[in-house]
């Protein structure tokens, strides 16, 4: 009996340190932009820790890590974030990581920059966003978003490789919720009476206004939400404004809406928000933000500003 006993004992300690091993199996993974945290989420489901990098509210092209971000390296299995174009600190920092972290930049090469046909088109002189450059907000075009979708599970398979399928498997089942939100994004905006987004702000929609045929005007040149717009420039869009009779201007969320509210003032026109999704305010958080809930939002935003068919 006793020997039963100490067998069972024996088991039970054996046990213990086995479950925890399991619970530390769980891989954690870092990840820096709203929408790779998000899908990271969806696709490793409760198979891996998603832990965002960014602090809410913290801007994502020129944010400084900290020494805590260092720190949280070296207990992480994998690190995502979307091109060094975009996140252009994260060279820096994983610099020096220790070498079992994964690093993987989940951006699809061939879209890292404004698309090859944009780049041949020819803009029409009230264009006043200045030439193009690299356009890293790929994450607003669904389609390119589909694409990332697949380079996180492909990161989260490597990184967990017993564990493969099922990432596999989700990475399907959020394409496809990805595709039905790019059909509806293309029916809401048939048929629209404007088919120029005019912005307050920094533009990151390039890649989304491509996609769905839509011209886009900023005072900004480039990308960047660290430019500055030129009076030139600003002179230029007022006289769009008064000539197309503009009846809305969008601004993006992370910055100051002042310009935007001057202009809106100028042109007698309404402000309304797009949410570019860099990074989470707290008040995202709390509201329970996805991809999709952002995505519908700023369709409703464009439906009401381009005067789209109901
Ligand atoms: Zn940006």
């Not at 006993?5 to 046990?15: E, V, Y």
């Not at 820096?32 to 913290?58: K, M, S």
């Not at 404004?241 to 009846?247: A, V």
């Not at 992370?254 to 026109?269: F, H, S, T, W």
């Amino acid at each position: 009996m006793l020997r039963i006993l100490s067998i069972a004992a024996a088991f039970a300690l054996l046990a213990s340190p086995a479950s925890n091993a399991e619970e530390k199996a769980r891989p954690v993974v870092l990840a820096t932009l709203f929408p790779v945290v998000d899908f990271a989420r969806e696709i490793a489901g409760d198979l891996a820790e998603i832990v965002p990098l960014l602090p809410p509210g913290a801007e994502a092209h020129s944010y400084s890590p900290t020494p805590s971000d260092m720190m949280r390296l070296s207990g992480a299995r994998l690190f995502l974030y979307v091109s060094d174009g975009m996140e252009t600190w994260v060279p820096g920092l994983v610099a020096d990581a220790p070498a079992s972290l994964l690093v993987r930049a989940v951006a699809p090469e061939s879209s890292a920059y404004f698309g090859e046909e944009a780049r041949t088109h020819e803009h029409d002189a009230s264009c006043a966003h200045g030439p193009l450059g690299l356009d890293p907000h790929i994450w607003l075009d669904p389609l390119r978003a589909q694409a990332m979708a697949d380079r996180i599970a492909d990161a989260l398979a490597e990184a967990d490789p017993s564990h493969a399928g099922t990432y596999r498997a989700n990475c399907t089942a959020l394409q496809n919720r990805i595709m039905e939100l790019h059909a509806e994004i293309e029916t809401g905006l048939a048929g629209c009476s404007n088919r120029t987004i005019i912005c307050g702000g920094h533009f990151a929609f390039g890649h989304f206004a491509e996609r769905y045929g839509l011209r886009h005007l900023s005072p900004y040149e480039g990308f960047s939400p660290n430019a500055q717009p030129s009076p030139r420039a600003l002179a230029e869009l007022v006289r769009t404004l008064r000539e197309t009779k503009t009846s809305a201007i969008f601004y993006e969320e992370i910055l100051d809406p002042r310009l935007a509210r001057v202009l809106a003032d100028e042109a007698g026109a309404q402000l309304l928000p797009l949410h570019s999704m860099h990074n989470m305010t707290k008040e995202d958080i709390a509201a329970g933000a996805t991809y999709f809930t952002l995505m519908r939002r700023n369709l409703d935003s464009l439906r009401q500003g381009l005067g789209c068919a109901p």
